[in-house]
């Protein structure tokens, strides 16, 4: 069974805090992604990644940055989290095209 | 115009109802379709892939039609457990990893 797994189902944090969100895979796939999920928005790519060192930007990735040192990690960084980065954190992995998430991580950042 | 756009209902129906979902997409170069079921405070699952010939699933049917740069998602006899939101995928071509999610169209199923 596949598995996507995230790191905090939950998390708060206060404005200006250094933010890491954890993502792991279990089905040896090449691509990982980051998206956020906002009502009335769906989701929004904010990078993704295609081998272990690499990654490309998506559509919103102001305000973040990502890390993937292993194949099965993808992590997601908001260097200086403000308010407006106050949203639903979902990462996936696809191979080829099905893409496979984990549960999400509700941030909210006061 | 947004690029994949989906009208976000909600759409509340009895139990065995027949109910037609769409969605359009902006370009015309889009190579592969989906959809996407996610339930409440859930994470997004894929329901079915979309082909050109249409494909059905069941009591779930999705069409495309290239020409009018749409497709759709049929469910007949509507189930309490069909209540999600649908999400309506697109894969851009080119080689890359373009994937644009729709923003959802609400089902509530009612007994």
């Known amino acids: 069974d596949v598995k996507v797994t995230q790191s905090s189902r939950y998390l708060v944090k206060r404005t200006g805090e250094k933010v890491f969100l954890e993502c792991v895979q279990d089905m040896d796939h090449e691509n990982m992604f980051w998206y956020r999920q906002d009502p009335g928005l769906g989701l929004r790519l904010i990078y993704f990644s295609y081998d272990v060192k690499m990654k490309e930007k998506g559509d919103i990735p102001e305000g973040y940055s990502v890390s993937r040192e292993k194949k099965e990690r993808f992590s997601l960084i908001l260097e200086s989290a403000s308010t407006n980065q106050t949203s639903m954190y979902l990462c996936?992995?696809?191979?080829?095209?099905?893409?496979?998430f984990g549960p999400g991580t509700r941030l909210t950042v006061t | 115009r947004k690029e994949v756009e989906q009208d976000p209902g909600p759409f509340n129906v009895p139990e065995g109802a027949t109910v037609a979902f769409n969605c359009t997409y902006s370009n015309s170069a889009s190579q592969s379709f989906f959809w996407y079921r996610q339930d409440c405070r859930k994470e997004p699952k894929l329901l079915m892939s979309?082909?050109?010939s249409g494909n059905e699933d069941g009591r779930f049917t999705a069409q495309l039609n290239r020409a009018s740069q749409y497709i759709s998602l049929l469910i007949r006899d509507s189930k309490l457990s069909d209540s999600a939101t649908y999400l309506c995928v697109v894969k851009e071509s080119g080689g890359g990893f373009k994937t644009i999610f729709g923003a959802g169209t609400r089902l509530f199923v009612k007994a």
């Open positions: 979309v082909y050109s």
């Open positions: 996936a992995s696809s191979f080829p095209s099905e893409q496979y």
